[in-house]
């Protein structure tokens, strides 16, 4: 198949490598130069991680990667290639706004068979059918970090979404030995429905110096089995992506535990990002070895500090 993606951040790196791996043709596209140019150097590095970790016994799976995709630097080249692909793939940052203006400035210049996929991972497919102009072929694929590793994929049809278009969705994921599942269409679906207050309720604990990081992550590691804790899962996704997802998902659902922490906010605007500057809940000098910080100026535990954030 071909297939368009626009976004080419980590997620959109994660499908584009996911489809290429697999020899499916990615056309792609991101406004930023530098994401464009380090693309495809970071798929076909991804994708021999991948194989590894899969047990993939393919000596050229990163030459076969390389050769499936076609960066383009040009939009209205992209979209020119997209009329030809049999699904667009909408992997943008998490503001609906954003997203539904895009999806109308370019969705309905694709021929009516190009199915229309949004990676999002808590924004209702509806309004985002609506942008698309296609109901009927509009679905939420939204796969897990990093994509080609992590076997399960939420997909979350609309109101409208047709069978065959669900069917074609599961088929294809299938295919590439994801294990795709049926999720509601509501803020968060199923996994960010369950995690998202989980890891704020961390964080809020950990604001009013209830838990340590280190201490966190250890008992979720020990005794519920996370790969790496809440605090280290959050410095992955990053602290932008949490803030912005769990504010979407307050505003859809109005639940109080879907308000995200000061500290949160506090740490993007400080530029804390997680471990893609260096420095989150982790530092990550040594990204081989993050060390988990007291995160001491952000705890809240006198009216004297609560204030204090307020300059």
């Known amino acids: 198949m071909k297939i368009a993606i626009l976004g080419m951040g980590v997620m959109g790196r994660g499908w584009i490598t996911q489809f290429a791996m697999y020899g499916h043709t990615v056309h792609c596209h991101d406004v930023d130069k530098k994401t464009r140019e380090t693309t495809v150097d970071y798929c076909a590095r991804l994708s021999e991680k991948s194989a590894r970790r899969l047990k993939i016994d393919d000596?050229?799976?990163a030459a076969k990667t390389r050769q499936n995709i076609v960066v383009h630097d040009d939009r209205s080249q992209f979209v020119d290639a997209a009329k030809g692909c049999d699904i667009f793939f909408e992997i943008i940052v998490e503001d609906l706004n954003l997203k539904c203006r895009v999806l109308g400035e370019i969705v309905p210049q694709l021929p009516e068979r190009v199915v229309f996929w949004s990676n999002t991972s808590s924004l209702d497919i509806d309004v985002l059918a609506r942008a698309a102009g296609r109901p009927q072929r509009s679905i939420v694929s939204h796969g897990m970090n990093p994509v080609p590793m992590m076997k399960g994929v939420e997909i979350v049809p609309g109101r409208e979404t047709s069978p065959e278009t669900v069917d074609m969705t599961r088929k294809l994921l299938l295919d590439m030995d994801k294990v795709p599942f049926a999720a509601p269409n509501i803020p968060g679906f199923w996994v960010n429905r369950l995690l998202i207050?989980?890891?704020l309720d961390a964080i809020r604990l950990l604001e009013i110096d209830q838990v340590s990081v280190k201490d966190g992550d250890d008992g979720l590691f020990t005794c519920l089995?996370?790969?790496q804790g809440t605090f280290k899962l959050c410095d992955f996704i990053s602290t932008p992506t949490m803030l912005r997802v769990s504010l979407e998902m307050f505003e859809s659902s109005n639940d109080p535990r879907l308000y995200p922490p000061r500290m949160l906010a506090r740490m993007v605007k400080n530029g804390e990002y997680g471990a893609a500057t260096g420095k989150g809940f982790y530092d990550?000098?040594?990204?081989?070895n993050p060390v988990a910080r007291?995160?001491?100026?952000y705890k809240i535990a006198t009216v004297e500090q609560l204030l204090e954030t307020t300059k």
């Open 59 to 61: 000596p050229e799976i």
């Open 197 to 199: 207050p989980q890891m």
């Open 225 to 227: 089995g996370h790969p």
């Open 284 to 288: 990550w000098s040594d990204p081989k």
């Open 294 to 297: 007291s995160m001491d100026e």
